[in-house]
């Protein structure tokens, strides 16, 4: 049971991180929140995806391998960055114990997104530009199943709403920051996408956001929860965040100029 509160808004909550069991085995309230976000993510992008150019099925079939490979790629990125944590090989398949890294989920389902593109002929960058809004949805309500396991929190603030976690604190409540971050990058996609000059300009833009916003976020963690890149200076995510930015900036411009040349042509 985790004591959670914000003393200054008057708030006190006890979270037990297992929701129920199913025999012997606990269910966590962790995954539930992660499937959850799955679900919504899907649920929107397979409203309409159809209308922007991309087959339902081929959506339920990115979903499915890319939530598949994408856990296991958060795994590896986290194992890889945090070997001295595991006394066996054995330790890194105990998933249930904890140790997933968002980035690597990312990059994992991204991949098997491209590959699954172009194994069926499908245009990559309008498939990536459609399916980005799920990613959104899903960081924004997968960062709650960080507060029911009372992890992943900022340093020390005095801010009014600093959180408490089993009478540690106050510190940031970086899921809130968060989720608010991808709420706001969501909106502003949805407003926008309908407005692209060329495909791939909508993903190019959450690559960004979320990378922006993730660079400052992870400099606010409180050092127990950073991968160092450079101890005490650069976390492995930052550095990573700084080359998705770049990445982003530099296929923005490729994808934007293609197109006005090939306009022009």
């Not at 808004?9 to 499937?35: R, T």
């Not at 499908?122 to 399916?131: A, E, R």
């Not at 949805?137 to 603030?157: K, L, M």
Request: aromatic letters at 16%; glycine letters at 10%; proline letters at 4%.
């Amino acid at each position: 049971m985790n004591a959670i509160s914000f003393p200054k808004l008057g708030i006190n909550l006890n979270i037990n991180p297992e929701a129920f069991h199913i025999g012997s085995k606990p269910i966590y309230w962790y995954a539930l929140i992660i499937l959850t976000g799955f679900a919504l993510g899907f649920l929107f992008i397979f409203r309409d995806c159809e209308s922007r150019g991309v087959k339902r099925e081929n959506v339920w079939d990115i979903a499915l391998y890319s939530l598949l490979f994408g856990i296991i790629g958060a795994r590896l990125y986290y194992v890889l960055f945090a070997l001295d944590e595991f006394n066996s090989v054995l330790d890194v398949f105990k998933i249930w114990n904890g140790g997933l890294a968002i980035y690597g989920g990312i990059i994992a389902g991204a991949l098997t997104a491209f590959i699954y593109c172009k194994i069926m002929h499908l245009p990559v960058l309008n498939t990536f530009d459609v399916c980005v809004p799920a990613l959104f949805i899903g960081q924004a309500a997968g960062r709650f199943g960080n507060f029911v396991n009372a992890e992943v929190y900022g340093r020390h603030t005095d801010l009014p709403w600093g959180m408490e976690i089993n009478g540690f604190g106050p510190v940031h409540p970086l899921f809130i920051y968060e989720s608010v971050w991808n709420i706001i990058g969501l909106i502003i996609l949805i407003i926008f996408r309908g407005k692209k000059t060329s495909d791939g300009q909508v993903f190019c833009f959450y690559v960004f956001w979320y990378s922006f916003g993730r660079f400052f976020l992870e400099g606010m963690r409180d050092p127990t929860y950073i991968l160092y890149l450079i101890p005490g200076v650069l976390g492995i995510s930052q550095a990573v965040a700084l080359a998705a930015m770049i990445f982003a900036v530099i296929l923005f411009v490729h994808v934007t100029r293609r197109k006005s040349l090939a306009v022009k042509g």
